[in-house]
């Protein structure tokens, strides 16, 4: 857990609440916390889903693990204390994300159980849905699709502590979803989330 630094502090209260602010949507916010290997094909289907629920008028947002590396998470790199702060703070944008109402979608590696199990927190401590989607495929899949070289790198020493090769990556045990991305469609995981999106009757206020 970050430690708090600032001092002097006073958390100011609104006069909307986050009920009122989903009805205003006429939908629930939740967040979807997609983890898997690298080229599991959690963008893949983060961005698919994006876009099916636009499309059906709902308000969603994708929140990917390469694309806020360029921004809000620029200055941290992969040791695991960097990965444990990287998702801390996505933890905690999702979260603010969910209250305002959104679908928040989110494509992160996210290696570390305890890491992942901290955002659970973070949202069940504020009453938030959290729907945990383990975007599983296996290793030797992933190594065959390696969209962006690293698994190659990885293997010949240029990348090191890469997720699956020299550093573990923890499945959940307990994932609310679980895609089987190696033998099911894009269309088949999209289905599978909207799906657990409806049970959960986020899809409407």
Request: net charge negative.
């Amino acid at each position: 857990m970050a430690e708090q630094k600032a001092t002097n502090i006073t958390w100011h209260d609104g006069d909307v609440t986050c009920a009122e602010r989903h009805s205003n949507l006429g939908q629930k916010g939740a967040t979807l916390w997609m983890t898997g290997l690298s080229a599991s094909g959690k963008s893949t289907v983060a961005v698919a889903l994006e876009k099916v629920l636009l499309d059906r008028g709902k308000h969603a947002y994708r929140l990917d693990g390469d694309n806020v590396r360029h921004g809000l998470n620029k200055n941290l790199g992969f040791s695991a204390e960097d990965r444990a702060e990287n998702i801390r703070r996505i933890g905690e944008v999702a979260k603010l994300f969910t209250e305002a109402g959104m679908i928040t979608i989110t494509s992160f590696i996210s290696p570390y159980r305890t890491d992942r199990d901290l955002v659970r927190a973070l949202h069940d401590d504020a009453d938030l849905p959290f729907i945990e989607v383990y975007v599983d495929c296996s290793l030797k899949v992933a190594e065959e699709r390696d969209p962006k070289g690293l698994y190659k790198k990885a293997r010949a020493g240029e990348i090191k502590g890469f997720t699956g090769i020299d550093d573990p990556y923890e499945a959940p045990t307990s994932a609310e979803v679980h895609l089987h991305s190696d033998t099911m469609s894009v269309a088949e995981q999209v289905a599978a989330l909207l799906d657990a999106l409806e049970q959960r009757s986020i899809l409407s206020a």
